[in-house]
């Protein structure tokens, strides 16, 4: 269940807020010598001011790939290049962009609470087969469904929070 939040708040620091972040970029590959290999394994990737960020490659063959791949990658960026650095303004949302953001925000939530929900059916079936096992009694069976109940609730918490911490970012101007 940890580990479903953790992918969650992973899955959030990719979806912009309208301020640069490192984190934006994470997930771009880059063609590198015939294979393909993550963004900041090729270049820096720092952030120069709250709606900049600036990419310097290692190899200055590896500027144009790097522009390349940001182009191509859904952020809708566009990098301006001078020399071997890139530098990436972060374009103002829009009300109407925020607002698809909040519900792409509230889907990756709803994810992952079914996944914490499919972790707490997992136990409790768990329990079940025990107990027709004769391996538990009954009452202990109760007392753990009760226990795995507490947990869920306390992880679908923790992702309402996550959620909310999102939204409030996404609506700030």
Same mark, same amino acid.
């Given at each position: 269940?940890?580990?479903?939040?953790?992918?969650?708040?992973?899955?959030?620091?990719?979806?912009?807020?309208? &301020?640069?972040?490192?984190? +934006?970029?994470?997930?771009?590959?880059?063609?590198?010598?015939?294979?393909?290999?993550?963004? !900041?394994?090729?270049?820096?990737?720092?952030?120069?001011?709250? &709606?900049? +960020?600036?990419?310097?490659?290692? @190899?200055?063959?590896?500027?144009?790939?790097?522009?390349?791949?940001?182009?191509?990658? $859904?952020?809708?960026? !566009?990098?301006?290049?001078?020399?071997?650095?890139? &530098?990436?303004?972060?374009?103002?949302?829009?009300?109407?962009?925020? #607002?698809?953001?909040?519900?792409?925000?509230?889907? @990756?939530?709803?994810?992952?609470?079914?996944?914490? #929900? !499919?972790?707490?059916?997992?136990?409790?079936?768990?329990?079940?087969?025990?107990?027709?096992?004769?391996?538990?009694?009954? $009452?202990? @069976? &109760?007392?753990?469904? @009760?226990?795995?109940?507490?947990?869920?609730?306390?992880?679908?918490?923790?992702?309402?929070?996550?959620?909310?911490?999102?939204?409030?970012?996404?609506?700030?101007?």
């Amino acid at each position: 269940m940890g580990k479903s939040v953790e992918a969650l708040k992973t899955e959030m620091s990719k979806i912009r807020t309208g &301020r640069a972040h490192p984190s +934006l970029l994470e997930h771009i590959t880059v063609e590198y010598y015939g294979s393909e290999v993550p963004l !900041n394994q090729v270049a820096n990737v720092n952030v120069e001011d709250a &709606r900049t +960020l600036v990419v310097t490659p290692w @190899e200055k063959p590896m500027v144009s790939k790097v522009e390349k791949a940001i182009l191509e990658s $859904d952020l809708g960026l !566009n990098p301006a290049v001078a020399g071997t650095v890139m &530098r990436i303004p972060m374009p103002a949302l829009t009300e109407e962009r925020r #607002r698809d953001l909040i519900k792409v925000v509230r889907s @990756e939530a709803e994810g992952a609470k079914v996944a914490i #929900r !499919n972790i707490r059916r997992d136990a409790m079936n768990d329990f079940k087969e025990l107990l027709k096992d004769k391996e538990i009694s009954e $009452d202990e @069976e &109760r007392r753990a469904g @009760e226990a795995i109940q507490k947990l869920t609730d306390q992880y679908v918490a923790r992702v309402d929070e996550v959620l909310a911490t999102k939204e409030k970012d996404l609506m700030e101007i």
